[in-house]
């Protein structure tokens, strides 16, 4: 086939249009280069459904990240994400919401699972908002009256709350246990640690041993404590954190939530029974995601 009958396809043109088309520079008209390095000519871009895209700020502000990475830039969700989301197989193995960040996130130099989990947290939220609008409903109970009601909530009213203390050299923060003394050095988690802590999760609901209680919060500290009493040997650590009081334990995850960049998920109620006027955490379930699941 010539040059002449591939510019012909779908409609004619004069003999003049045709000559101007095939002398048309074409190795100079590149606009994009393949994951190889190939360049692709502009002409064979398919430009008709161009996905928009937002940019979401870090609540972590890049402190924790090498390239000091403020804010990220994400894809609007499209109808083929609702395959993710409604993936029963990723639901299922609970990797739904990583999924999803992997695909919606453009940035090649900053990747989901190297994100904060307060990071991660702000994306999903912007997320939700340019796929299936700001209003969130949730179901709350007053703490007046104790009746349950249903109201919305609008995600771009809760800000973003920001580093408190800056990290050292390694990303890290140091603080001193009220009742035992013992100085503790930790890190903040990030969505690898998520999703090996999920993974772990699984693994312990499947095996049957005849303790009933949960060693996640003992897996959750292993990731974040660094050092303890001056030892990095993290069966050491284990050993701590096992016989570690709970008021040191409680105090522990609450200067850690505290300082924490994330989103602050406070925000202001009003009964519809008695019209008490109270703040709350704002829960997060399935009507995130999923506004149509009957729950």
């Known amino acids: ?53 937002d940019d979401v700020s870090l609540p972590s ?19 083929e994400d609702e395959n993710i989301l409604t993936s029963a197989e990723l639901i299922k193995n609970g990797k739904v919401l990583d999924v999803l960040l992997e ?5 090649k130099d900053l990747r989901p699972e190297e994100m904060l989990t307060g990071d991660r947290n702000a994306v999903l939220l912007a997320l939700r908002s340019t796929g299936y609008g700001d209003e969130y409903e949730v179901k709350m109970t007053c703490p007046e009256c104790g009746e349950e009601y249903t109201t ?87 050993k701590a954190v096992a016989n570690m009081p709970i008021s040191d334990s409680l105090f522990l995850r609450e200067y850690i939530k505290e300082i924490e960049p994330g989103v602050n998920m406070e925000h202001e109620f009003e009964c519809k029974s008695c019209g008490a006027i109270y703040n709350d955490i704002v829960p997060i379930g399935v009507k995130l995601f999923w506004p149509n699941a009957k729950i």
Not at 14 to 28: G, L
Not at 39 to 53: C, G, L, M
Not at 63 to 76: A, H, T
Not at 156 to 180: A, C, R, V, W, Y
């Open 103 to 107: 695909k919606a996130i453009v940035d």
């Open 152 to 238: 919305n909530v609008a995600l771009s009213s809760l800000k973003h709350k920001s580093l408190l203390l800056s990290p050292d050299q390694n990303g890290e923060f140091s603080i001193e246990l009220p009742k035992t003394k013992w100085p503790v050095t930790f890190r903040l988690l990030n969505g690898k640690d998520e999703n090996y802590l999920t993974k772990k999760s699984e693994q312990l609901k499947k095996i049957k041993t005849k303790s009933q209680y949960s060693s996640m919060l003992t897996e959750r500290y292993l990731l974040q404590i660094m050092e303890l009493n001056g030892n990095r040997d993290k069966l050491y650590i284990s």
């Open 1 to 53: 086939m010539s040059e002449n009958q591939i510019i012909n396809l779908g409609g004619s043109k004069s003999s003049k249009e045709t000559e101007e088309a095939v002398n048309m520079p074409q190795a100079s008209t590149v606009s994009h280069k393949t994951d190889e390095g190939q360049e692709i000519p502009s002409q064979f871009i398919d430009n008709e459904f161009i996905i928009p895209t």
């Open 61 to 79: 502000e890049g402190k924790f990240y090498e390239n000091g990475k403020k804010s990220v830039k994400i894809k609007y969700l499209t109808a």
